[in-house]
Structure formats: structure tokens, C-alpha cells
């Protein structure tokens, strides 16, 4: 795994993605439609086993891509961001919590340079508010990274300025909207994404959707029962976190259909994922007995998230992998997409979609260092996994099937554990200090 570090993407559609020979046949580059949610664990998911949640759309992009069954980003919520963006591990560019140094190389910059017209809505929280970053009140940082528009939530003025659902205060390429309480954010930010969608649909495009859906406070949505009484517009009750689960898989519906009523759809790569897992207030009904979200703690729960590739023009139906993913594999997914070469610790997803053999990696990194608050950091902790087992860097061994919750460490070990445990360590190895 960590022997992958600064793994330089794979370039095989190079010469099909760029300049071809004289008289071959050029191949249309496809669209990117990248949606992350935030904060939804894997269990939210009807395919993934969800009895409580709908989302009708989501099962079926899933039915028509590939699932992935062990995806892992990181327990928190900039943390995952820092890395998707720029496909390093944490210890490498995260600094502090709602901020992403300007200095880092982002996908946003990657497509870009590709020639892809780009844009990004939803939530942004990258600017440093949070921690007094002189130059925070920047609203071109989004630019900078990449982005030729962009409409979001946090750019240059946290969240108690203004929140994100119902009455949101929303910046767009650099000016703040007038809307009303009965303006709902996520319809903003989907109309500008379809709106994005129609005025570059005759060239290869990239849209980044950082969602503000599911994050608490979990209010009531256009679609609930009560969302009628203004007075309870931002009633914080994990009662709503069913409807908010609905309405997120309803606006991923209304930018797949807006892709397929254009022809979109064949060539466009619509990846779906979650940032983290779900609030620790939030207890999810599955077909295998309820599941208590994990985020911001090292439980499996932190990491383990949806994670769904669609490419009609490549795969014709629904499959499943098993293999250990990292959300840092986004950003080398990418790099190969485009033919470029860019340090990443990711792994290429593209040869699965083209039908060709990948090797997966064996264990994966968590460098969980998330600089946030008292009740988050004394969660932190490093630790290598496989499927089945995580290494902590103190030494802690755990068997995560047998105990998912984390509270037996395994003191006795057989002779295939003692193995793994030994791979791991050596894998430790490479870690740097803890700073």
C-alpha cells in the first residue's frame, strides 16, 4: 500500500484522449459529474442494505455502474475533501479544518488543464474562516483551484452568517444571492449544476458537487410533511434525516434525467460518494440490525461509504467490487482519464470501467489527524487496514468483522492474524512522525 505512495496515474488513454494519428478515429472525452454527499455513511443506501431511507435512484445508478462495497474516505468531513481534491494522504496537505492551502495542485486544476469547462456548487468551507486564515474573505479561491464558476455555501462566510437549506446564503462566482425563506439551497445548487450542464453540453465538462445534504442540522425538506410552518424551517431533529436522505437521491435523479434528456448520459462518468459516515446522532435501520453513524471517530462507520461509478458507454450493466478503495483514488482516476501525469497516492479506477485487470491494493491508509475540536481529537489515531483487520499505530489489532465496534482488541493471535499483523506493521513503517 504505502510501497504505492506517490503512485504516478495510469496514462493509457493517453493517445485516444489526445492527439491521435493521422486519419484514426478521435474519441469523445467524457463528462465528469463527480456528487458527494456529506455525511452519509454506507448504510443509508437501499442497495446497501438500508430498510429505512428511499432512494430509488441511487439503487438503480448502482444497478447500471459498478458498486463499490469497501470504499473509504476519511472520519471527518475536510479531511476527506483536502484529499479527494488533490489525491494525497492527509499527513501530506492537511493543515487545519475548513481549509486547503492554496499552494495544493486540486482535480479542479487537473480537468481544467485538460480543457474541461469546470464548475463547483454546493458546499465549498475551504477558505480557512474557521481559523483566522488572513486571506479567508478571498472569494476567488475556488477559482484558483480550478474552477471557472462556481455557486456554494461558505466561500467567504461561515455558517453562522447564514446556514444552507431553507433561506441559504449562497455565493455565486463571487456575489451573494437575494433569496427568500422559501428558497431551499440544494434546488439552488442543483439549477445552477443543470444550468452549468446546458451551456457547455457541446464540450467535455466537469461538475463537482460537494452536496450540503445530509449534514446536520437535520430540518425538515420542501418534500416534508411540516416543511409548511416557517417556524420550524431549522427545527435540528434526527426525526427529518429520512427525508433529507430522500431529497438527496431525488436531486441526483433530477441531474441524471437532465443528462439523459440531453444524450448526455452514454458519455458522462457520474460518480457518487459520501465524505463521511453519518452523525453519531443518527442510528440507521438495515437488513442486518441498526447501525449508529461513526463520523469523526476511527470506527468503521467513519470511513465505510457509498460509492457508485456510472460510464453507460463503458459498462453496459451492473457490477459489484470488493476491492479496498480510498476516496484518494478519485483524483488518479482522473489523472488517467486525461492522460496526465500527477503525484497521487490514489489507484486508477478507469481500468475497471474499461474491462481490464487491476491490481487492488492490499491494506489501505488512515492518517486521521483532524485539528477540529477536544471532542473530535480525542478520536485521533493512525492506523493501516485490510478488508478485515486494522493496525493502529499504537499497537491496538482488531478483527473488523468480529468486532465492528472496536471494544476487543485481539490480545491472542493465530498464525494467519500474526501474519497479517506483521504485514501491517511493516507498512507502519513508513508513516512519518506524528507531528
Known amino acids: 500500500m504505502m510501497k504505492e505512495v506517490l503512485y504516478i496515474g495510469f496514462i493509457v488513454l493517453a493517445g485516444i484522449l489526445c492527439m491521435t494519428p493521422l486519419g484514426a478515429q478521435v474519441v469523445e472525452r467524457p463528462n465528469v459529474v463527480l456528487i458527494m454527499a456529506d455525511d452519509m455513511g454506507y448504510e443509508c443506501l437501499g442497495v446497501n442494505g438500508s430498510t429505512e431511507y428511499e432512494t430509488p435512484v441511487l439503487n438503480r445508478l448502482a444497478s447500471q455502474g459498478i458498486r463499490f462495497t469497501n470504499f473509504h474516505s476519511q472520519p471527518l468531513c475536510t479531511p476527506s475533501r483536502v484529499k479527494i481534491m488533490t489525491g494525497k494522504y492527509n499527513y501530506r496537505n492537511y493543515e487545519y479544518f475548513g481549509y486547503l492551502n492554496p499552494a495544493e495542485f486540486t482535480f479542479g486544476q487537473l480537468m481544467k488543464d485538460a480543457g474541461y469547462a469546470t464548475c463547483a456548487?454546493?458546499?465549498?468551507?475551504?477558505?480557512?474562516?474557521?481559523?483566522?486564515?488572513?486571506?479567508?474573505?478571498?472569494?476567488?479561491?475556488?477559482s484558483q483551484f480550478g474552477f471557472d464558476e462556481f455557486c456554494l455555501w461558505q466561500v467567504t462566510e461561515r455558517a453562522d452568517k447564514g446556514e444552507r437549506y431553507a433561506n441559504p446564503l449562497i455565493e455565486q462566482n463571487g456575489e451573494f444571492l437575494d433569496l427568500s425563506e422559501d428558497t431551499y439551497g440544494p434546488d439552488i445548487f442543483c439549477e445552477y449544476g443543470l444550468n452549468f450542464i446546458d451551456r457547455h453540453q457541446d464540450q467535455p465538462f466537469f461538475l463537482y458537487y460537494p452536496m450540503v445534504l445530509v449534514h446536520d442540522p437535520f430540518v425538515p425538506t420542501p418534500d416534508s410533511k411540516n416543511w409548511g410552518d416557517k417556524s420550524m424551517r431549522y427545527d435540528d431533529d434526527t426525526v427529518h434525516f429520512a427525508d433529507m436522505v430522500n431529497y438527496a437521491d431525488k436531486v441526483v435523479g433530477r441531474i441524471w434525467d437532465h443528462l439523459k434528456n440531453k444524450n448526455l448520459d452514454e458519455n458522462t462518468i457520474l460518480i457518487f460518494l459520501g465524505d463521511n459516515g453519518n452523525s453519531r446522532r443518527v442510528w440507521s435501520n438495515t437488513k442486518n440490525g441498526p447501525v449508529r453513524g461513526g463520523k469523526g471517530t476511527t470506527l468503521n462507520t467513519a470511513t465505510h461509504v457509498p460509492f457508485i461509478f456510472s460510464w453507460p458507454q463503458k459498462i453496459k450493466q451492473g457490477a459489484i467490487c470488493q476491492d479496498l478503495i480510498g476516496i484518494q483514488d478519485v483524483f488518479a482516476t482522473l489523472t488517467d482519464l486525461t492522460g496526465q501525469q500527477k503525484l497521487t497516492d490514489g489507484i486508477s479506477l478507469l481500468p475497471?470501467?474499461?474491462?481490464?485487470?487491476?491490481?487492488?491494493r492490499s491494506s489501505l491508509l488512515i492518517y486521521y489527524n483532524p485539528v477540529h475540536s477536544d471532542n473530535v481529537n480525542r478520536y485521533r489515531n493512525i492506523y493501516v487496514q485490510t478488508k478485515q483487520y486494522k493496525l493502529y499505530r499504537d499497537g491496538k489489532f482488531i478483527d473488523l468483522i468480529r468486532d465492528p465496534l472496536e471494544e476487543n482488541p485481539i490480545k491472542s493471535m493465530s498464525t494467519d492474524q500474526l501474519k497479517v499483523f506483521q504485514e501491517l506493521m511493516t507498512e507502519m513503517k513508513y508513516l512519518p512522525p506524528i507531528p
Open 121 to 142: 456548487i454546493g458546499k465549498w468551507q475551504l477558505n480557512g474562516l474557521y481559523h483566522g486564515y488572513p486571506d479567508a474573505k478571498n472569494h476567488k479561491y475556488p
Open 352 to 360: 475497471l470501467a474499461n474491462g481490464e485487470d487491476r491490481k487492488p
